[in-house]
T-cell receptor, first 117, second 114 residues
Framework: DTAVSQTPKYLVTQMGNDKSIKCEQN?????MYWYKQDSKKFLKIMFS???????INETVPNRFSPKSPDKAHLNLHINSLELGDSAVYFC????????????????FGPGTRLTVL | AQSVTQLGSHVSVSEGALVLLRCNYS??????LFWYVQYPNQGLQLLLK??????LVKGINDFEAEFKKSETSFHLTKPSAHMSDAAEYFC????????????FGSGTRLLVRP
């Protein structure tokens, strides 16, 4: 059973298009995240949702919009794609950070490699 | 603000040799510290984590790391490298509050020579 899954695994598209990446976790976690890994392998957080509520919103262009229909899903929609959006996007989840016994360990999906031409 | 510095973007060792990957952190509050491994074209897998219990942390595949507050370090070691250890390794820090966002280092690629 896949704990954190993402679709699609690869996404190739033209500049200016709008695309979505989907993420689902079956771990029963309350918090989900989106990270971006650039061509130099640098990982940076973009967003985090806790129980469908946005709790982290880093400096990300407005063209990126996360949506969480329920606590098991966190999708990422990107409008007007640009060349610089090419990267690998990782979804992750963790148990509710508010519980004292939790350590915020995050479990990552396999990634979605986005290529903008 | 929190940050992580990984010294050496590439580390090359011979099979059977000691692996040492360096990580230094900066945090204004007691941190949680993590090591993740990324195999080619895969996601990140947790190797081990420090959460303020024992300072010497053991993880999967015989990896371990020691939290040294005085040196603000959390170096990753393995006594004997295997070819299968070749991968990208990331050190990360997070705060013990409601955000839990991970701040990653720039990664170290481990190369294992036969």
């Amino acid at each position: 059973d896949t704990a954190v899954s993402q679709t699609p695994k690869y996404l190739v598209t033209q500049m200016g298009n709008d695309k979505s990446i989907k993420c689902e976790q079956n771990l029963g976690h309350d918090t989900m995240y989106w990270y971006k890994q650039d061509s130099k392998k640098f990982l940076k957080i973009m967003f985090s949702y806790n129980n469908k509520e946005l709790i982290i919103n880093e400096t990300v262009p407005n063209r990126f919009s996360p949506k969480s229909p329920d606590k098991a899903h966190l999708n990422l929609h990107i409008n007007s794609l640009e060349l610089g959006d090419s990267a690998v996007y990782f979804c992750a989840s963790s148990q509710d950070a508010g519980l004292a016994q939790q350590t915020g360990t995050q479990y990552f999906g396999p990634g979605t490699r986005l290529t903008v031409l | 603000a929190q940050s992580v510095t990984q010294l050496g973007s590439h580390v090359s060792v011979s099979e059977g040799a000691l692996v040492l990957l360096r990580c230094n952190y900066s945090s204004s509050v007691p941190p949680y510290l993590f090591w993740y491994v990324q195999y080619p074209n895969q996601g990140l897998q947790l190797l081990l984590k420090y959460t303020s219990a024992a300072t010497l942390v053991k993880g999967i595949n015989d990896f371990e790391a020691e939290f040294k507050k005085s040196e603000t370090s959390f170096h990753l070691t393995k006594p004997s490298a295997h070819m299968s250890d070749a991968a990208e390794y990331f050190c990360a820090v997070s705060r013990r509050d409601s955000s839990y966002k991970l701040i990653f280092g720039s990664g170290t690629r481990l190369l294992v020579r036969p």
